[in-house]
């Protein structure tokens, strides 16, 4: 039996692309953030990276019937009144084409 969660599996899918990325020689950098960590929030993001040094944070939700709550709203628009980029990703080609745009900038 497979106990991983989507949002899990995408965030595992998601760890291996960053690292395809930095063989690549793209200068990224991914961290998950640890529910009920010392430091924790809630509805702070899944995850944040770096990217040619800019700051991008992501929340990760399942494809079907993922939705944010309202503390991860609010986070949402914390970060992006910070001008931060902040997006929701429920698959790896969200991903991918998320660090697209953003090395088009």
């Known amino acids: 039996m497979n ?19 930095q063989d690549l020689g793209i200068k990224i950098y991914g961290e998950s953030r640890v529910v009920a960590g010392v430091n924790y929030k809630k509805g702070t993001p899944d995850m944040w990276i770096v990217l040619n040094g800019r700051h991008i944070e992501l929340e990760i939700k399942r494809e079907e019937g993922g ?14 009144d ?12 969200d991903f991918i084409n998320i660090i697209e745009k953003e090395l088009a900038k």
């Open 82 to 93: 910070l001008a931060v980029p902040h997006y929701v990703v429920s698959s790896l080609a």
């Open 3 to 21: 106990s991983q969660t989507p949002e899990r599996k995408v965030k595992n899918q998601i760890n291996k692309q960053i690292k395809h990325y």
């Open 67 to 80: 939705v944010l709550s309202t503390s991860q709203i609010q986070w949402q628009k914390y970060f992006e």
